[in-house]
């Protein structure tokens, strides 16, 4: 489903008959679209513009993991202010890219804390530098280099850092009594990834990332990715994520392969399909394609 028609789905199914009543369908159509869901065990899920964000709402606190742009953050704060009064305790930033921490500022006297790898707030920084961006941020006051645990009420919150892949910044936050998992970019579900090689990534780590992620959860957690092609499938279970991993091998190998085999850059890069891979959409191939070639041939 393309982006428009499943927004305009979206905005038919939420209560349509009522809602065009009072207002005109050019009017709902301008109006913001966002997916704004529970998911399990106190933890749900939205999505507006940018990487998918998880939330948790509780007896005790807020958390939020991930923040998309200014305004997205703001329909969200507003979403959770109706469920709950209690106190926003943590912001968590999966990884350091604009579309996952962009709305940290409309979290700025908000959110108590805001945490993250030291390697995404190092990232952060040097992005806005480059980006002249720097007055539009909310850094992370609490950072962590391999595992961070947090607790909110009867929710313990573990972030886990496997090393590089979409960046050398990329945790897994794990809401562990909900059993549900952001993995930030570490899954681009079904969609041809971004690989931030300016920022540490490595499609080499990243196979070995998601061998863990395997290790480390279970079948029974549900995971929220970052991006899918279907916007309806930003959230799955453990064989999505096995399918990324075999994603990036078949990528991989497709690109050692060919370097062995005398292929040029050129030829590499204008490849169309990667053996192996035939669930992956949408543009971008050649994403991956350079950044496998560029590390591989380094
Ligand atoms: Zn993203
Ligand atoms: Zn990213």
Not at 210 to 232: I, M, N, R, Y
Request: net charge neutral.
């Amino acid at each position: 489903m393309d982006r428009r028609k499943f927004l305009m789905s979206t905005v038919l199914t939420a209560g349509s008959v009522a809602l065009l009543g009072k207002k005109s369908f050019a009017s709902l159509l301008a109006d913001p679209a966002y997916q704004f869901k529970p998911l399990r065990g106190n933890v749900g899920m939205f999505a507006e513009q940018g990487g998918t964000i998880a939330w948790l709402v509780n007896k005790d606190g807020i958390v939020v993991v991930d923040a998309e742009f200014p305004d997205p953050a703001t329909h969200l704060i507003a979403e959770l202010k109706k469920q709950s009064d209690k106190p926003f305790e943590w912001l968590i930033n999966t990884h350091h890219h604009g579309d996952h921490t962009g709305g940290n500022i409309s979290f700025k006297g908000i959110a108590q804390h805001v945490a993250a790898h030291a390697n995404s707030l190092t990232n952060q920084k040097a992005s806005a530098v480059k980006q002249k961006t720097e007055d539009k941020q909310l850094y992370p006051d609490t950072t962590y280099t391999d595992k961070w645990k947090v607790k909110v009420g009867d929710e313990r919150i573990t972030a886990h850092y496997f090393g590089a892949g979409h960046t050398n910044g990329d945790s897994f936050i794990h809401f562990e009594h909900a059993n549900v998992v952001h993995t930030g970019d570490l899954v681009f579900n079904r969609r041809y990834p971004f690989v931030d090689r300016s920022a540490g990534a490595s499609c080499k780590s990243w196979i070995t990332v998601l061998e863990k992620a395997q290790k480390q959860f279970d079948k029974d957690t549900l995971f929220v990715f970052g991006h899918a092609f279907d916007p309806q499938k930003v959230t799955g279970n453990m064989d999505d994520v096995k399918a990324m991993q075999h994603f990036m091998e078949s990528l991989v190998n497709y690109v050692d392969s060919s370097i062995k085999a005398g292929k040029s850059k050129q030829e590499i890069l204008a490849t169309k399909a990667i053996p192996g891979v035939t669930e992956w959409q949408g543009d971008g191939i050649e994403r991956g394609l350079t950044a496998a070639y560029e590390e591989l041939s380094a």
